[in-house]
């Protein structure tokens, strides 16, 4: 079955002639106001642009420099990762000095949206806690097996076609957990469970602001359009050309934009980047056109196909890890099991956006990891492929995309 892009646009707006303009495409919507969609993401005021989403592309690239870390076995330790992740201002825990300075860290944006753990401190906690326990892992259980053979029980080598994993006791590469699971706990959840929120958007006074164009201190946005623009930074913010994104796409982080690349090339899902990048560019548009109804039929469309994102990549690696563990090729299966852990661990993070819930709910993803990692005392090396099978069609089944669609 060919991917079908969302058709909630098509229903809402009528796409009318090109404009004179080349930088925008005209639509008037069904309420007969004209709404003009830049063909990039590109809005001024007075002249000036209005987009910033720099504390984005900070934290991405703060993560990056966690993603190296995490394999260097010379230098890194539990205390000096932590670090990394519950960065404070000043302290010199990367090597870019940029993100010394920068006041912002990973930790407080992880599991922290407003829509899910506003009122969920304890769940938030325990998150953190999980993200922090990846990190001490990595150091503990793994780095210690960096010179042996990987066996039951043991950490250690394990080959990978022409690369070398690292694997803990239990056959879990830790730095794939916290990645994996990084992009659905603070890039999925910050984007689609808070920025996009109307809780967010609407917020206090934001909806008057916005339509009396009145800017936050000292900046050029009003706070609506600045949250939307926070959104777009957790997918696009590392582009070299944020505003044009889709020429590198798959290129500019290992997180969503990294996997979102992946999903475009594959034939049954082409043509979902360019509708998440359309999507965020008529939602900005409807802000700055007033229109909130279009505006959230946009955010909706962008927190449909993010949560897919999670769910294709979650079957995706649980059905090459089944097909490598077959082959009993254990170096390239851990891998891609513990991809894929990392992604069913981000579904807690999707939106059904007509249930306003994550597709999968805590409960549900602790009995999904629980049934990948204890069918015996030593982790994945006690699976089976028909537990993955099991798994893989369980995810596909809450989506419109099947196992066989996701695994090529």
Request: net charge negative.
């Amino acid at each position: 079955m060919k991917y079908i892009p969302n058709l909630i646009l098509a229903a809402t707006v009528l796409f009318a002639s090109c404009s004179d303009d080349d930088n925008t495409e005209p639509i008037v919507d069904n309420g007969g106001v004209d709404i003009e969609a830049p063909l990039t993401y590109s809005f001024d005021r007075d002249g000036a642009t209005t987009v910033a989403f720099d504390g984005q592309t900070t934290r991405i690239r703060m993560a990056e420099e966690v993603v190296g870390a995490l394999l260097d076995f010379d230098n890194a330790t539990a205390e000096s990762l932590s670090a990394m992740y519950n960065h404070q201002e000043g302290e010199s825990n990367f090597q870019d000095a940029a993100l010394n300075a920068s006041g912002k860290n990973l930790s407080s944006k992880t599991a922290a949206s407003r829509d899910y753990f506003f009122a969920n401190t304890a769940e938030s906690a325990a998150i953190r806690a999980a993200f922090e326990s990846y990190l001490e892992k990595q150091v503990t259980e793994v780095f210690p097996g960096e010179l042996q053979a990987a066996e039951p029980g043991v950490a250690g080598q394990l080959a990978d076609g022409s690369s070398t994993r690292w694997v803990a006791p239990n056959g879990l590469e830790y730095n794939q957990l916290w990645i994996k699971g990084l992009i659905g706990a603070l890039m999925t959840d910050q984007m689609i469970n808070n920025y996009l929120s109307p809780a967010v958007l609407d917020e206090a006074d934001n909806i008057e602001n916005n339509d009396n164009e009145v800017v936050e201190d000292g900046k050029n946005y009003t706070t609506m359009e600045h949250k939307w623009d926070e959104a777009y930074g957790y997918l696009f913010g590392n582009s070299p050309s944020a505003s044009n994104p889709l020429a590198t796409l798959g290129d500019d982080d290992s997180f969503l934009n990294k996997y979102l690349g992946r999903v475009e090339n594959d034939a049954d899902f082409a043509g979902i980047a360019q509708e998440l990048f359309d999507a965020f560019k008529l939602g900005r548009a409807a802000i700055v056109g007033k229109n909130y109804q279009l505006r959230d039929e946009q955010a909706a469309i962008i927190q449909e196909r993010i949560s897919e994102i999670i769910a294709i990549r979650a079957v995706y690696y649980l059905e090459q890890g089944r097909l490598a563990l077959e082959q009993e090729n254990y170096g390239t299966a851990f891998h891609d099991l513990s991809e894929g852990y990392g992604f069913i661990y981000s579904l807690r993070f999707t939106r059904n956006t007509v249930t306003g819930a994550p597709y999968f709910n805590r409960t549900e993803v602790d009995a999904m990891l629980a049934q990948l990692m204890e069918q015996g005392p030593n982790g994945l090396w006690d699976v089976t492929p028909a537990i993955l099978s099991d798994l893989a069609e369980t995810i596909a089944a809450k989506f419109s995309f099947t196992v066989a669609q996701a695994a090529d």
